[in-house]
Structure formats: C-alpha cells, structure tokens
C-alpha cells in the first residue's frame, strides 16, 4: 500500500475534498514499519501556507523574504520599531528587505551591492562580517540573522565574531542548509548543529529549530543570548 493509495482511503472514508487553497485542516500521514499514522489538525495549528509558498512580486527581491516572514510568525516574535538588527550576508537584500518592513533599524553586512531601496532604516556595511565589528557597538542590538551559505563550524565560527554586539536576551536566527542527501538522516545532523552551535556559541540556548514550509530543504535555527546572574536576579 503506497501512501497515496493510504490517503484516497482516508479521503473516501471521511468524506474530504483536497484543495490547495482553500481548505480549513491539514491531512499528514506517515509510513512508518509499514503501519500509517494519519494526523489531521486545523489549518490555524500552522504558519500560513500560502505565504510560505507566495511566489515572488515586483515588490520582493527574492524568496528569502518569506523565509523570514515564516520564522518570525511561526516563532511568534515581537518586532517593532525598538528593535536593531544584524543582517549577516545580506546581499540581494530578501532578509533585510523584511526587517526593514518590522523593526526599527537593520544593518546590511556584505561586500556585494544589495538590490533593495535602501530604506532610511537600512544602513548597509559593504564590509566582512569580521571588518564591521570595529564600527558597531557592543551589546546594542536585539536580533542577528544569517542567511549565507556556509556550514556547521564555518557558519558559527562568523556568528561567533559578531555574537558580541548582541543583547542579553537578544536572538539569532540563521539558516541550515541542509544537503539533499542529509534531509534523510535530519535529526542526527540537527542535533549535530545543534552541538556545534553551542560548543561556539556556549552563551546561548538553541531555543527551536523550525522546518521551513518557504524551503524544504532548509531549517532555521532560533538560539537566544542567556541572561547573566545578576541581569536574570533584577527581572
């Protein structure tokens, strides 16, 4: 029995009609020792699918605008316009074109040009990551993403040279890339990531690591700054 014969059973016998766009629950099944485990929960258990799979307008450079959106959303994170944040490798401009949109202040890293109006809240460093550490002040941002393709220590070896200029409490969020070959073995490479990152970066929590409906083959990992004694003493 193949999992699309399973689901036109589950289909016939509940009495459900597919669509694309206008549904009201999700249907999953999964084929695990040859049993099938159906799930069924309402389309509000989840981020929006439609903007995960919204495809590109005159007014987004790039898809990597809704990879953003969807973790923002998914993870419920507040964003206004008191929040500073780091966009590391942010050439074309899809992530920093977002937070543009949600925060108060981005600060663009990357030697390329980026391919967005820049805002009067963007300011964009055509520098290293390593380069523009000298002209930021420390611990005065709320938020530092990462969209660059780069992998395990590589990636948390540039995120540990600017991990100083974040908050206490402050988040990171930055894309794993997750090789075609590798999204079979996911957990153990997560938690692999997830290892790495902490051995770098020890004075974070790996709070989630989110499957992207905007890319299949990538997760975002979300890790906060730990408070300090006396800082978590005083709240």
């Known amino acids: 029995l193949s999992s699309s014969s399973a689901a036109s059973d589950v289909y016939k016998r509940q009495h459900l009609e597919l669509h694309p766009k206008n549904y009201t629950h999700f249907l999953s099944i999964v084929n695990i020792r040859k049993k099938f485990y159906v799930g069924f929960a309402p389309k509000d258990y989840f981020f929006s699918f439609e903007n995960a799979t919204r495809k590109i307008s005159d007014d987004v450079i790039s898809r990597a605008f809704f990879k953003l959106k969807e973790t923002v959303d998914r993870m419920h994170l507040k964003l206004d316009n008191n929040i500073k944040a780091i966009d590391i490798g ?13 925060v ?45 393709n780069r992998y395990g220590h590589i990636l948390y070896d540039i995120l540990a040279k600017v991990e100083p200029l974040l908050k206490e409490g ?57 408070f300090s004694h006396s800082d978590s003493q005083q709240k």
């Open 104 to 148: 108060g202040e981005v600060v663009a890293i990357d030697p390329a040009d980026l391919k967005i109006p820049l805002n009067p809240n963007i300011k964009h460093l055509k520098l290293k990551a390593e380069e523009a550490l000298p002209l930021l002040p420390k611990r005065s941002f709320d938020l530092i993403v990462c969209d660059i």
């Open 90 to 102: 942010a050439a074309p401009g899809g992530w920093t074109q977002y937070l543009s949109q949600v």
């Open 170 to 226: 402050g988040y990171i969020l930055v894309t794993l890339k997750m090789l075609k070959r590798t999204v079979n073995s996911a957990p153990a490479v997560l938690e692999k990531n997830t290892q790495e990152f902490l051995k770098v970066l020890p004075d974070f929590d790996v709070v989630k690591i989110l499957w992207l409906l905007s890319n299949s083959h990538e997760r975002c990992l979300i890790a906060r700054r730990k």
